[in-house]
């Protein structure tokens, strides 16, 4: 089992970046694969970008490719999310979480251990 806090959440306006961290916890959390998720009003909880446990596969969303950057630090058990060239529609409340099934780290149904989330407001 694993605990998942994140932080980094804030305002920002449309252009910016903004670095998103989740901090793993856990006797076994070097096991887990670790995705970061989220919901924005009004709608369902979208996959965002995740991480093999080993760090040695990333997997993103098409709407945050070439701008978003999802990164492990095993040391210090954290997984982050550097997100560049923020988009109004990036206003949602991020998530991140962890799967042992890191076959399926795409679908959120997948994932059992979740954080409480962070929010990250873009202004236009």
């Known amino acids: 089992q694993v605990q998942l806090v994140e932080s980094g959440g804030g305002l920002v306006q449309s252009g910016d970046s903004l670095r998103l961290s989740c901090a793993v916890t856990?006797?076994?959390?070097?096991?887990?694969?670790v995705g970061w998720f989220r919901q924005a009003p009004g709608k369902e909880r979208e996959f965002v970008a995740a991480m093999s446990r080993d760090g040695d596969h990333e997997y993103y969303a098409d709407s945050v490719k070439g701008r978003f950057t999802i990164s492990r630090n095993s040391a210090q058990r954290t997984v982050s999310l550097q997100m560049n060239t923020l988009k109004a529609e990036g206003r949602a409340v991020y998530y991140c979480?962890?799967?042992?099934?890191?076959?399926?780290?795409?679908?959120?149904?997948?994932?059992?251990?979740w954080g409480q989330g962070t929010q990250v407001t873009v202004s236009s």
């Open positions: 856990g006797r076994t959390s070097s096991r887990y694969a």
């Open positions: 979480a962890a799967t042992l099934d890191y076959r399926r780290v795409r679908l959120r149904r997948a994932y059992h251990e």
